[in-house]
T-cell receptor, first 114, second 111 residues
Framework: DSGVTQTPKHLITATGQRVTLRCSPRSGDLSVYWYQQSLDQGLQFLIQ???????AKGNILERFSAQQFPDLHSELNLSSLELGDSALYFC?????????????FGPGTRLTVL | LAKTTQPISMDSYEGQEVNITCSHNNIATNDYITWYQQFPSQGPRFIIQ???TKVTNEVASLFIPADRKSSTLSLPRVSLSDTAVYYC????????????FGTGTQLKVEL
């Protein structure tokens, strides 16, 4: 158990819908990362927050957005969902913002878009 | 933005040393190299990280040549429990930089 929690574990929805994925980092970790893992794209970095502020943006689509709240939990919002958005979404956290430090990954949320 | 490639799969026997290479020809000056292990239906787990030369911890070693265009993860005396997918992660954040995962290497360890 990494100490990072993600909800929900599974999510099934239809095209065009909007969903919110939630992540609670390890106690004391200020940095949160979001990743997408799919069979055709592999693991892709989406976005990073540090202490409530966006620090880095990766291959995140404009239909996706994220935020980190004052209590440090983070949410990833996916809208106008397409079939290709079906994937495993991971959240990771670390103490400091530099990603070369150990990131602790959550168990992931499996999103299925029908 | 570093583009990273890895061998798709490797097979080994218990007790052998395994070396997995990651190619990152476009690595930037600020980029660090980190390796993760992933089991099915789990999130990746940190193994080791480095910037240049050699780094060793209790589970692995990481070799990075002077030009830093590749890196090699070395797992000494693998066991069945080391069967997993191994990813390199290259990059840095802050200042507009990004992170790039390698394509992943499926390691299968047999008796």
């Amino acid at each position: 158990d990494s100490g990072v929690t993600q909800t929900p574990k599974h999510l099934i929805t239809a095209t065009g819908q909007r969903v919110t994925l939630r992540c609670s980092p390890r106690s004391g970790d200020l940095s949160v990362y979001w990743y997408q893992q799919s069979l055709d794209q592999g693991l892709q970095f989406l976005i990073q927050y540090y202490n409530g502020e966006e620090r880095a943006k990766g291959n995140i689509l404009e239909r996706f957005s994220a935020q980190q709240f004052p209590d440090l939990h983070s949410e990833l919002n996916l809208s106008s969902l397409e079939l290709g958005d079906s994937a495993l979404y991971f959240c990771a956290s670390s103490v400091v913002p530099e990603p070369y430090n150990e990131q602790f990954f959550g168990p992931g949320t499996r999103l299925t878009v029908l | 933005l570093a583009k990273t490639t890895q061998p798709i799969s490797m097979d080994s026997y218990e007790g052998q040393e395994v070396n997995i290479t990651c190619s990152h020809n476009n690595i930037a000056t600020n980029d660090y190299i980190t390796w993760y292990q992933q089991f099915p239906s789990q999130g990746p787990r940190f193994i080791i990280q480095g910037y240049k030369t050699k780094v060793t911890n209790e589970v692995a070693s990481l070799f990075i040549p002077a030009d830093r265009k590749s890196s090699t993860l070395s797992l000494p005396r693998v066991s069945l429990s080391d069967t997993a997918v191994y990813y390199c992660l290259v990059g840095f954040t802050g200042g507009g930089n990004k992170l790039t995962f390698g394509t992943g290497t499926q390691l299968k360890v047999e008796l």
